[in-house]
């Protein structure tokens, strides 16, 4: 059965005998993997002792499809609760059969959480799933805007640290949107800060100055900002400074999706008349952002930044694949949307004159 994320974190906080497999997909990785952890709090809360986990990577049960059910039909060794990490490769193809064998068994006593971002809304697992009364499974997709920095807050919040509209916009941009990160850095803050929850403290700029992320945000400001913003003279240069810092081809791609889709949502705002600085301007942007998404707005129009957003999802998936070329794919998006941009630019310049 397919349900939205929301539902599958009630499913997976309050797990029932009835469901034997939690398939948990999506672009957002990191959120399928945060609520997947769940499901082990979940049994620990309920018995009060730490359940057995046992994983299994999907290739394994290519050759061995009734691993699988057996798994989920054996008792624990130390007679508590069990349960099964199941990571799933590529589509899932690999683990079809053995998943369906789990669906079919005539008993399975300890739940299965299967965890794949390359399991798309086609694929045959989620269809499989998707048919069944013993399953759930949820697709999950990154936060954006106001739910990313609702995300940062609550975090904080569970750390004691209270943080504020700008603040938890510049600590979401320094992680990229990557909520696992961004879990960790609350953390290393709260404890920078001696705040929790009984003691709390305010999160303000000054900290993430001083233990910030290490993710070279503005080295991903200048990437975006001569990638999208059309700025091929720079190319050798920023190149050179990936290079040089060892700037994460995943961390920069999910940056440059992060703006793509912001563009994509402030277009709607230019589309009906307002200026791309006015669009900027009350579109929740990071005050020193404004005038870069201003400019790409004027280069980026609604159907190119939905190409954008596509392209830049395809090109994490190409580098997530076995056997990528990280580095190279990375840099030829930059250097293929830097002159894309560029020339878009050029002829919005002469329409306009």
């Known amino acids: ?25 999506g672009p957002d990785q990191a959120g399928a993997i945060a609520a997947g952890r769940t499901l082990g709090q979940a049994l620990r809360n309920r018995g009060g002792e730490e359940p057995e986990r046992v994983d299994i990577a999907s290739a394994a049960l290519k050759a061995d499809p009734a691993r699988l059910a057996d798994e989920a039909a054996a008792i624990s060794l130390f007679g ?20 369906e064998a789990l669906l079919e068994a005539t008993q399975a006593g300890n739940p299965v959480v299967a965890i794949g971002p390359g399991v798309s809304a086609k694929s045959k697992l989620i269809k499989l799933a998707d048919a069944s009364a013993r399953a759930r499974a949820a697709i999950y997709y990154p936060p954006e805007g106001r739910a990313l920095e609702t995300l940062a807050r609550e975090i904080a919040a569970g750390h004691g640290l209270s943080v504020d509209r700008e603040t938890a916009l510049r600590l979401t941009d320094m992680v990229a949107g990557d909520r696992l990160l961004l879990a960790a850095e609350i953390e290393k803050l709260a404890l920078y800060l001696d705040a929790s929850p009984a003691e709390p403290k305010p999160l303000t700029p000054a900290a993430l100055a001083a ?11 200048r990437c975006i900002d001569v990638a999208m913003g ?15 810092t060892g700037l994460n081809e995943i961390r920069l791609i999910r940056a440059m999706g ?3 889709r912001l563009l994509a949502r402030l277009r709607g705002a230019v589309d009906a008349g307002r200026s791309p600085a006015q669009a900027a301007d009350g579109g929740n942007v990071f005050f020193k952002e404004k005038a870069s998404v201003a400019r790409q707005l004027a280069i980026w129009d609604t159907p190119a930044t939905a ?11 190409a580098i997530k694949s076995p056997a990528s070329a990280g580095g190279i794919v990375m840099r030829q998006l930059l250097v293929d949307m830097a002159h894309e941009a560029n020339r878009r630019a050029a ?3 002469a329409a306009r004159r």
């Not at 233990?211 to 400001?221: F, K, N, Q, V, Y």
Request: proline share 5%; charged share 30%; net charge negative.
């Open 347 to 349: 002829r919005g310049d």
């Open 258 to 260: 992060n703006r793509a």
């Open 307 to 317: 190409r954008l957003v596509a392209k830049l999802q395809a090109a994490e998936r």
């Open 1 to 25: 059965m397919r349900v939205k994320p929301p539902e599958m974190a009630r499913a997976l906080t309050n797990p029932g005998d009835d469901v034997r497999l939690y398939l948990l997909t």
């Open 230 to 244: 059309g700025r091929p003279g720079a190319l050798r240069a920023m190149l050179e400074n990936i290079d040089a």
């Open 211 to 221: 233990l910030g992320a290490e993710t070279h945000e503005e080295d991903i400001a």
């Open 80 to 99: 508590g609760a069990r349960y099964i990490e199941l990571a799933v490769a590529g589509s899932g193809d690999d683990c079809l059969a053995a998943v």
